[in-house]
C-alpha cells in the first residue's frame, strides 16, 4: 500500500501495502437451494385430485468470499518503488525486503515491519528508509486487483537517511478512505503485487495464519 501522495520537505512516499502473485483462484458466489414445504404424510390416504401443489424451491446465493490464494500470511521476497525522498527532486528507485502481510477472510488484515530497510541511490550517494511499526487495514480483490479500503490504524514510522545522515522521521496517519487499487497475480505460495507508479513485490507465503489456496 502507498503512503500519502504529499509528503513533508525531506520525506518519503513509500509503498506502503503491496501483496503479490500469479494466476488467482476467484471464490465464486456459492448457490444453496433449500426446498420447503413437508414430505407427504405416509400415515394419510391423499386423493389424486386433492394433492397440494408443490411448492417452488427458494434459492439464496451468499455473496463471494475473497480469493482465498490472497488469504493468508506472507513475506515480501523482494520489492521496488518509486520514492520521492526529496521533494524537490524526481522519484527514486528503492529496493528491499521482509515486510509481512496477514490477509483474513473476513476483509481485515496487519502489515508488520521490524526494521525493514529500503535503500536507493542519489549522485553516487547510498539512501535508506528505515520501516518500523503496524497497519491494520480493511481490503477487498477480484480474481486480478486487490483494494486497500482502509488504513484503519497505524503505529508506523518511516526514518529517513541518506550521507548526511539521519535526516527526517515520517509517522504514518490512519486514513479511512484510502482506495488503493493494485494489480496482482496469485497461485500457491506466490504472488506478485504491482501498480501504475513502479511499485512491484513479490511475494512469498508463509505460515504465519495457515496455508490457503
Known amino acids: ?36 414445504g413437508s414430505g407427504p ?42 520514492v520521492r525522498f526529496y521533494t524537490d527532486n524526481d522519484p527514486i528507485l528503492f529496493t528491499g525486503s521482509g515486510r509481512r502481510y496477514e490477509f483474513r477472510p473476513d476483509g481485515t488484515g496487519t502489515e508488520r515491519q521490524d526494521n525493514v530497510v529500503l535503500t536507493g541511490s542519489y549522485q553516487g550517494n547510498e539512501l535508506r528508509i528505515v520501516a518500523n511499526g503496524t497497519n491494520e487495514f480493511r481490503w477487498t480483490a477480484t480474481d486480478r486487483q486487490l483494494t486497500y479500503v482502509a488504513r484503519t490504524a497505524t503505529t508506523m514510522t518511516y526514518t529517513m537517511f541518506d550521507q548526511r545522515g539521519l535526516i527526517a522521521t515520517q509517522p504514518l496517519e490512519p486514513e479511512p478512505a484510502l482506495n488503493e487499487v493494485d494489480d496482482y497475480t496469485c497461485e500457491g505460495t506466490r504472488a506478485v503485487e504491482s501498480n501504475a507508479s513502479g511499485y512491484r513485490a513479490r511475494w512469498v507465503r508463509t505460515d504465519g495464519s495457515g496455508v490457503y489456496g
Open 1 to 36: 500500500m502507498r503512503d500519502p501522495s504529499s509528503p513533508p520537505p525531506k520525506s518519503v512516499v513509500v509503498a506502503l501495502f503491496a501483496v503479490a502473485a500469479a494466476a488467482v483462484l476467484g471464490a465464486g458466489a456459492l448457490t444453496a437451494v433449500a426446498v420447503t
Open 41 to 82: 404424510d405416509r400415515a394419510a390416504v391423499v386423493e389424486s385430485d386433492d394433492r397440494p401443489s408443490p411448492t417452488p424451491p427458494t434459492t439464496t446465493e451468499r455473496p463471494a468470499g475473497p480469493p482465498l490464494c490472497l488469504v493468508g500470511s506472507w513475506e515480501s521476497a523482494e520489492e521496488r518503488s518509486m
